[in-house]
């Protein structure tokens, strides 16, 4: 086992990890920062955003604006003061992207364009053409190299939060190119590891957002805060759920059904025309579009295919000069992997998982519960997405609150004395977990790939698009005896050189974990609100719920449920209303 | 190398593998590079025998006149053959791949590649003729 | 499900095996299964025990690179159909230090990357309050292309000079560097030449071009480099014929 | 100055890469291949001499001689040290390229001198 130490340690690579790393290093320079990532940090999920990044720049918008737009997308479950923080700071925390380097796409006299999202009354997004995740990460990554206090911890795959004294102060990590164990003592930890889609079968998410610190917080006692809000992108690739972005759409994209009929009509999102009206139709929020094609499906109106029912999403009538200009990683993606021609041909999309509103509970700081742990970007729940949050809204929030949580984390570390040394011994217990229950152990009976099928068919078939009390009932249940059976495991893989069926196998369990979280808060929530609806309970119910739920372990069962009241400052709620 | 090597525990026994003398042979993009790379030396033997020539030029018409005659032999005729060949062989890599390295940008936008090359093509083709036109008008 | 397609793995266990050696598997052929598809098929139904990265899915992370009957390759970008009948002959990238199966060491790559000090340098940075730097679509697009880099090393594994001389720098690296010199807000490109003129720099390349050849992204190092050569050869002697006039 | 002598050979290179590429293949043509076969009529050595008394065809001759052996010693130093793998003999291989190309170059300028 190796010990290492340094003053704030940030779990994640992405944009958010990166982001505090930064503010970290620049806020106090006798701090010592490590970033540690189970990838390269490059390899982060945020490389596959596309769409774009909101902030309020144009003379045509106002704060205001962005925050209503905010705060209605997300159903009024944001907390309106962490809005009203997100959209203030969301300009400058873009310009110094910009700064940093980052190809944002132009207008001809060389400042910065914007394009208009799902929801958005103003066009404010800014965009990279659709390569926006990517050049945002890799702009930040490349900034971090410029940073000497910044130590990299690469390809370290965090298993445990080191909590002494009520405190957070470390983490222990497996080294996956040796199987070392690392502990790495810290005064301040951040979580910025991410989502969790990998908990759905049919997700626009990659291999690692497998919510490993969300399950990682959870353990050590910090709460969940709105796991039931599971955002559906209306328009997915079938079989491969590769995401065709919104830009899309913005752009003047129509979705169809198997008529060629503009299908969005008769769901209260407008009348169509010919070009794009801000939220309305096709621009519309993402749990209403999706709930729609539920509703299609129903009707019989959608298409099916080898890989289930489907809408086209007809981008045609935009012509190749922009298609090329604007959307050329579509196109590029629509012939890759559907073997199509998106100038030529319709392409065909679905709904599929795609982002957690819900997340590690912060305050506007990035402060869990949790002394000395921090959480920031889509592993985090701040919350300004509410019960659904607007596209191009996250990438924004990964910086904003990237970085408040750097500077909090910062000069919380910077109060402290030194770590405490019991933790070694905490480590070493994590060590002698990891080789009993893994690398050791001969009389397992479960393997890794049908307890997590069991897990994915589980969790859409129960807490999809549409829910019921009885179905999550019966998820809960199946999660449990998952749970057991985990218990059971047994590795092919016995190396300590490069071991990812380990690492597999540590992301299930974290998996079935959050999987728990999603279900019991889904359960206790009774009312229909955003991406969360209930066909038993289809109304919103503001009395009871215009509150965040909270899911905390128990030491044996499933999570126990509680609710927390939404800040509400200046909107109080309202109806959302689209199309008008 | 590293089969000697023995593993311990936690420290990493990466395999090294050794680049092969032959590696040009080991893919054809790779051996045509090796050829491109080759065509130097028959550009070199064509400058010595340009520059034998410039001596023979300056021993007077005897000495020209024989150097003449040997450039007949059927070595010297094979030997050319091949030359050309390669020499020709290197003007097409070289224009091809100089837009690569020279972007031009005319108001802002940068000139198609084909453009560049085909440029290039036509300076060959009037600095040959203007050769051909000095060697051969009288 | 009754086709299949035999999948050749090149697998490297240190704690055993002194060298790597070749499995065989059978996997059930799909026509539109890339090649990570049938390795992930593999992992989670044969053989628990292969090692391999990957995680978007989509091209663009650039983890999953490998080689694929002789080429570098990203296996989410290529597809079963496009080796049929098989076999598919699947070994990591060449010239780098095979960690365990198909998981090569690219640490090697990180630090080359942060010497050609990939980021922007300025002499001083405007305030924030005052906006954005102006940068017209033109501008853009003088440094766009070398941007799109994936860091998905096919280039350093298709470079028969990086394997010949480890100390290169590389395409890749290479190419962010000359992105960062041609970015109109930049002013760092005197820096990086300093270091890129050295052994190891640019003067390495022998313009090979497979690098441009096997990039996924279009970025076209080998043209980044020689572009980069030209630049440096025009500095060299601007700074020679006037030794006070180069800054 | 950057770099140490890496650019200066790299264009002198480049130079004589874009003078060969140019030039050879015609005079070669001439030379080599068409008036020994008799395919055309060669100039006469009163000819050829009346040419290159203009110092402009000197210059000529200088570039299109003494440049396309820079390339070739840059080329085939490369060539070497990559294709046979013979790095480690580098400052002999340096010697011999560029040692043989300045030989070339000063024999070309000896005997353009003593030109009539
Ligand atoms: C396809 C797609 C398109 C999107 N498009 C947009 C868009 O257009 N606009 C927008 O605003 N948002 C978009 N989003 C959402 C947005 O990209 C994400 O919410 C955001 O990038 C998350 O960033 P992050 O920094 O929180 O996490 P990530 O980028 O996912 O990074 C997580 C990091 O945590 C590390 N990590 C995780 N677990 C561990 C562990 N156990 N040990 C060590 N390290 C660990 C990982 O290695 C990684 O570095 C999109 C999402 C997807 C999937
Ligand atoms: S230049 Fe191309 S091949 Fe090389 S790492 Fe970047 S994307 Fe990959
Ligand atoms: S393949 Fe290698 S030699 Fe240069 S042009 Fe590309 S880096
Ligand atoms: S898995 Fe991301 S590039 Fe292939």
Known sequence: MDVSSCDVLVVGGGAAGLRAAIAIAEANLNLRVAVISKVYPMRSHTVSAEGGAAAVIKPNDSLDEHAYDTISGGDWLCDQDAVEAFVNEAPVEMLRLEHW??????????????????????????????????????????????????????ECFVTKLLVEKGRCQGVVAIEVATGKILAITAKAVILATGGCGKVFPFTTNGAIKTGDGMALAYRAGAPLKDMEFVQYHPTGLPLTGILITEATRSEGGWLLNKDGYRYLQDYDLGKPQPKPVLRSMELGPRDRLSQAFVKEQAKGRTLEGPYGHYVHLDIRHLGEKLIDKKLPFVRALCRKYVNLD?????????????????????????????PGLYAAGEAACVSINGANRLGSNSLTECLVFGARAGQAAAAFAAEQKETNPAISAQARDEQRRLEESFLRKTDGKERIAPLREEMHKNMEACAGIYRTGAELKRAAQVLRGLQDRFHDLQLDDRSYTFNTELTAALELSFMLDVAEGIVASAFARQESRGSHQRTDHPQRDDDKFLAHSLAYRSPEGPPRIEHLPVTITRWPPGQRVYGK | MSSDVHYTLHHPKWYRRRVSVWWWLQKRSYA???????????????????????????????????????????????????????????????????????????????VPDFVIAGMNYLVWLVASAAVAWLLLRG | MAETITLSVARYRPEEEAEPTVQTYEVPYRKDWVVLDALNYIKDQLDGSLSFRWSCRMGVCGSCGMTVNGEPKLTCAVFLSDYLPGPIRVEPLQYFPIVRDLVVDISDFLEKLQKVKPWIILKEEKPLSEGEYRQTPDQLDTYKQFSMCINCMLCYAACPIYGLEPGFVGPAAIALAQRYNLDSRDMGAQERLDILSQKGGIWDCTFVGECTKVCPENVDPAGAIQQYKLAGAAHWFKSLLLPWGAK | MTGGKSPFLWTLFSAGGTVAALLFPIHLFLTGLAFPLGWLDAPSHESLQDLVRHPLARLYLFVLISLPLFHWAHRFRYTLYDGLSLKHLAPLIVVVCYGGALLGTAMVVYTLWNLP
Request: proline fraction near 6%.
């Open chain 1, 101 to 154: 380097g980052c190809p944002w796409s132009r207008q001809p006299d060389g400042r910065v364009a914007v394009r208009s999202f799902g929801g958005m009354k103003v066009e404010r997004t800014w965009f990279a053409a659709d390569k926006t995740g990517f050049h945002m990460l890799h702009s930040l990554f490349q900034t971090t190299l410029k940073y000497e206090a910044i130590q990299r911890y690469d």
């Open chain 2, 32 to 110: 045509q590079f090796v050829l491109r790379e080759l065509t130097s030396v028959f550009v070199a033997f064509f400058a010595v025998v340009s520059l034998w020539q410039l001596h023979a030029l300056g021993e007077g018409p005897e000495a020209y006149a024989h150097f003449m005659a040997r450039l007949k032999s059927p070595l010297f005729l094979a030997l050319h053959g091949v030359t050309f060949l390669f020499v020709l062989f290197h003007s097409i890599t070289w224009f091809n791949l100089a837009p690569t390295a020279i972007v031009v940008r005319l108001r802002g936008k940068r």
């Open chain 1, 342 to 370: 998106p100038v030529k041909e319709m392409i065909p999309v679905r709904p599929v998982v795609h982002y957690m509103m819900g997340g590690i509970h912060t305050d506007i700081y990035g402060a869990t519960p949790l």
